[in-house]
């Protein structure tokens, strides 16, 4: 009798504790694994917040809009040369993000057209966009009115017209980027404030590597690499500094020390 009254309180027990959890809306995020043949925006709608979507190598033919918070969307292999979204309309971004804290990582994104780019984040905050693979687009990434994101690691190349672009967009960091051979200019910051521009490589980009609007302030650039025709348009706003103070450290030019930017010419 004893026993049976112990084994009754433990199944009243975990039947309390199933019913605290249940009631107390507490769900567990889901994997939803995309694989050829599959639709990434389907994935992505039917995505409640904290999922991860993982995509298998492959090459998916779409354009794609996330409206949900907090996804991640990864390739499986970790490798964006096998794991590639081809916009389906050029006249479209390849993937549009107007919901917070996304994550993106490890994707090829390619097929946009000018004025269209591979990666748009609207209205956003809180994002993170790395290692991932832009070329063959209008732009390459474009945040509009987006604040305190994440952009780094990403090569950013032979786009049509910018590589990065920060348009009324505050408070992000641009950081270990390659921003080369877009036809256009590499970073472009237009009425954008508060931005660390850090640790990014900017070469051999048509119009200029780097563009400052005078209506952009307070933002700091430092231990960049810029090798272009023209290295910059800086028109200038207020507060905006071009050094930190020198520290220890392998800077992106190979020297001893962390501080300004290396601005060259491609004849050396």
């Keep these: 009798m004893y026993g049976g009254i112990q084994i009754n309180r433990l199944i009243t027990l975990l ?3 199933f019913i605290l959890i249940s009631g107390s809306g507490l769900v567990t995020a889901a994997e939803i694994v995309v694989q050829p043949g599959d639709s990434i925006q389907t ?16 090459t998916y033919t779409e354009n794609i809009v996330i409206s949900t918070d907090n996804l991640v969307i990864r390739s499986e292999s970790g490798n964006p040369e096998n794991t590639i979204i081809k916009a389906m309309s050029s006249s479209a971004h390849a993937l549009s993000v107007k919901a917070d804290s996304v994550k993106v990582n490890g994707l090829k994104i390619t097929g946009t057209k000018s004025s ?7 209205g956003c905050s809180n994002c993170v966009i790395e290692s991932n693979v832009l070329s063959n687009n209008g732009y390459g990434i474009y945040l509009l009115s987006s ?11 032979n786009n049509g017209d910018y590589g990065i672009v920060l348009a009324t967009s505050n408070d992000n960091i641009i950081s270990g980027n390659t921003a080369a051979d877009n036809k256009g200019r590499g970073v472009h910051l ?14 051999s980009n048509g119009v200029s590597g780097l563009y400052v609007c005078p209506r952009s302030d307070n933002n700091l650039f430092y ?10 348009e800086i028109k200038n706003g ?9 520290t220890a450290g392998t800077n992106i030019a190979g ?6 930017n290396f601005w060259g010419k491609p004849d050396g």
């Design 15 to 17: 039947a309390a504790i």
């Design 43 to 58: 994935a992505v709608n039917n995505a409640t917040s904290g999922d991860e979507i993982v995509i298998q190598p492959g």
């Design 116 to 122: 269209y780019a591979g990666i748009q984040l609207s």
């Design 147 to 157: 604040k305190s994101s994440t952009i780094s690691n990403n090569k950013v190349t």
């Design 190 to 203: 237009g009425n954008s404030d508060g931005n660390t521009i850090s640790g990014n490589t900017v070469t």
């Design 223 to 232: 231990n960049n690499y810029f090798v272009n025709t023209v290295n910059g």
């Design 238 to 246: 207020t507060g905006n500094t071009y050094s930190t103070e020198k």
């Design 255 to 260: 020297g001893p020390y962390i501080g300004g």
